[in-house]
């Protein structure tokens, strides 16, 4: 069976004729285009050199070509265009594998029309808006930002920074689920504020809330509420984090953090838009827009399936990766100059500018607590420093001390895990082991200082 509308964008790829004809119904009823429909998997590469498609939806068991194999050859030659995968089965290893060749979605069978609606139209407008991004890709610069003051309070002069408040812009008019990734300190929950001054939903709440803090017993009454009397103590109803958020946007940071268990339970009140406090049997709507942070290499998380391929799907609808600082090193020295005015004036300081010694140590540093470690680093020295220009010397007295220039030898270099090591170990030094006074001198959590010190195997007592 094929049936090709001439301004087609859509393409269902099915053996089942009879599927076929009901996804072009139940598109065409939703006033969607009307699709082109194909039940040889092996004329899918000839059909899209004569038409302008951009989303395809593919089944993953058919006869000549699997859908594995279709979709890895449509994204090898037209990357832009969104794929779906169908499938029978809800298996890990089957997202896992269609993540990896580049599938937008998957679908398993039986396909709700809902379903079907929701994810074709959010393709859609991932086409467009993913164009619209690849030609800004192009010509990265700060000129083509259209909304600059949204981004004030980030300072940022490398033009990696630029695709990223661009890429902010574009998503942030969607309803689009967003993960932001980047290593922590780069500024991932600043981006995320910016994002929801941006959209449609700027008047509602902006909720932010960090994943790593929360524990099986914790998760619910937080994150639902609970209804009077639903437990001893509990005298009076609360609202939950997604209560709260109702309506605005919801902050999820280190998303990858959540215990396996909770994640279902997240899950699930995103696929239904509705739960239940703590005590109640009273349903809840809810219309609430995720924006998730991780440090991690989420991908990765999936694959050893320590997060949940289907949660990942439900989040990411739009994924923005924020480069270290190592990686925008125009940034360091107008990052420096900002928290030297800013903590100068805070401290009635004397200091309003850097010496050049100063900066070639900033420039050869690799900084792997990124923006967070730059700060507190000037944030201390400005504290010490008597005259009205910062110097090295002033620095060197920090916990978080520089070293000198890079080795020219890259097999020397140490690596960021060792680095990472050696920096939470000074600090934990002077703090004499205090893990409260680490967390607020690295600007992070207990819950993280914990995990790291059992990571990193250091075993500080405090």
């Not at 050199?49 to 000549?64: A, E, G, N, S």
């Not at 265009?81 to 089957?94: H, N």
């Not at 001054?197 to 994150?223: G, H, I, T």
């Not at 320590?306 to 439900?314: G, I, T």
Request: hydrophobic content about 40%; aromatic content about 6%; charged content about 25%.
């Amino acid at each position: 069976m094929i049936s090709i509308p001439e301004d087609a964008s859509i393409l269902v790829v099915d053996d089942d004729t009879g599927l076929l004809l009901s996804v072009c119904a139940t598109l065409l009823s939703a006033g969607l285009p009307e699709p082109a429909v194909l039940s040889d998997s092996s004329r899918v590469m000839s059909l899209l050199r004569k038409h302008r498609i951009q989303v395809v939806m593919l089944d993953l068991v058919m006869p000549k070509l699997s859908g594995m194999a279709v979709l890895e050859a449509i994204k090898k030659e037209y990357p832009d265009i969104v794929c779906i995968i169908v499938t029978a089965t809800d298996e890990v290893a089957t997202a896992i594998q269609a993540i990896k060749l580049g599938a937008y979605d998957y679908l398993v069978k039986p396909v709700s029309a809902e379903d079907l609606i929701i994810v074709v139209r959010r393709a859609l407008e991932r086409y467009e808006l993913r164009k619209t991004v690849t030609h800004f890709e192009t010509r990265q610069s700060f000129s083509a930002i259209e909304h600059p003051e949204a981004f004030r309070e980030m300072v940022a002069e490398d033009e990696s920074m630029a695709l990223v408040f661009r890429q902010v812009e574009a998503v942030a008019p969607t309803d689009y689920s967003v993960i932001i990734s980047g290593e922590s300190g780069t500024g991932k929950e600043m981006l995320a504020r910016i994002l929801h001054r941006l959209s449609k939903r700027k008047d509602k709440p902006f909720v932010a809330v960090n994943m790593a803090a929360f524990n099986k017993s914790l998760f619910e009454d937080a994150f639902f509420g609970h209804a009077k009397g639903a437990y001893t103590h509990a005298l009076d109803e609360r609202k939950g984090f997604f209560e709260t958020a109702d309506g605005g946007t919801l902050f999820l940071d280190e998303i990858t953090e959540l215990d396996a268990g909770l994640q279902a339970k997240l899950l699930r009140v995103l696929q239904e838009k509705e739960f239940y406090r703590v005590g109640s049997a009273t349903s809840r709507k809810i219309d609430v827009r995720i924006i998730a942070a991780t440090n991690r290499d989420i991908l990765n998380e999936v694959k050893e399936e320590r997060f949940r391929a289907d949660l990942f799907y439900r989040l990411s609808m739009y994924t923005i990766k924020v480069p270290p600082l190592r990686e925008r090193r125009k940034d360091i020295v107008p990052l420096a100059r900002y928290f030297v005015k800013l903590y100068g004036a805070q401290q009635s300081s004397v200091v309003t500018d850097i010496s050049e010694e100063l900066i070639r140590n900033l420039l050869n540093y690799s900084f792997p607590g990124n923006i967070r470690e730059l700060e507190n680093m000037i944030a201390g020295a400005v504290l010490l420093e008597t005259t009205g220009t910062l110097q090295l010397s002033s620095v060197r007295h920090l916990p978080q001390r520089l070293p000198g220039p890079l080795p020219s030898v890259e097999a020397d270099w140490p690596t960021l895990g060792e680095l990472e090591k050696r920096y939470l170990a000074r600090v934990l030094e002077k703090t004499g082991g205090n893990r409260k006074k680490a967390a607020e001198i690295l600007g992070v959590n207990q819950a993280t200082i914990y995990r790291k010190i059992e990571k990193l195997g250091l075993g500080q007592s405090g």
